[in-house]
């Protein structure tokens, strides 16, 4: 199975900071790689696929990048509601589809 | 709008069964492929498998493709989970989740979570 390691497991940023959380898969996939938001309490919320592909309705200060192994969702002005965890996942190589363990972003 | 509505969950010992549903409404159930994700207490995601707009094509994770069976009823917009052989480790949130229509691979909705406790 291939191995998403998320980094960092947590932090904490002030209202309108920029935020980068990044994603290292244990091979090449290939830009195939989502990012989810789950908020407190909320089930999942699909932000980003095909690494850069905002999904409908998301808003544009989401962000995803990268290829081969290393990807990265980035936030431009946190705002309060975006406070949760965020969940990549990998779906080159598959079954299964493979989840990295989490980013809890919290407000400073 | 898009719904989906698990339910069976509850407390069920060691070693019995349990069976799933998650009822589908607000869009055409029968033309996307649908998932099971779960996700124990504090813990991150863990995909269970996957099943195909006719049923001719279900995947699963490996290490629960002998407890875990994934089906469906088209006419009656229900996605089913059902589970055997239950273990303490498969104390968890169980998500429906649909795929994207474009992109199978990835859940662009879900269902609010069905609470599975194993204990005795």
Known sequence: ?108 | EVKLVESGGGLVQPGRSLKLSCAASGFSFNDYWMGWVRQAPGKGLEWIGEINQDSSTINYTPSLKDKFTISRDNAQNTLYLQMSKLGSEDTAIYYCARAHRYNSYVMDAWGQGASVTVSS
């Not at chain 1, 900071?17 to 309490?41: F, H, M, R």
């Not at chain 1, 998301?58 to 705002?79: A, D, E, H, M, W």
């Open chain 1, 1 to 108: 199975d291939i191995r998403m390691t998320q980094s960092p497991a947590s932090l904490s940023a002030s209202l309108g900071e920029t935020v980068n959380i990044e994603c290292l898969a244990s091979e090449d996939i290939y830009s195939d790689l989502a990012w989810y938001q789950q908020k407190p309490g909320k089930s999942p919320q699909l932000l980003i696929y095909n690494a850069n592909s905002l999904q409908n309705g998301v808003p544009s200060r989401f962000s995803g990048s990268g290829s081969g192994t290393q990807y990265s969702l980035k936030i431009n002005s946190l705002q309060s509601e975006d406070v949760a965890t965020y969940f990549c996942q990998q779906y080159n190589n598959y079954p299964p589809y493979t989840f990295g363990a989490g980013t809890k972003l919290e407000l400073k």
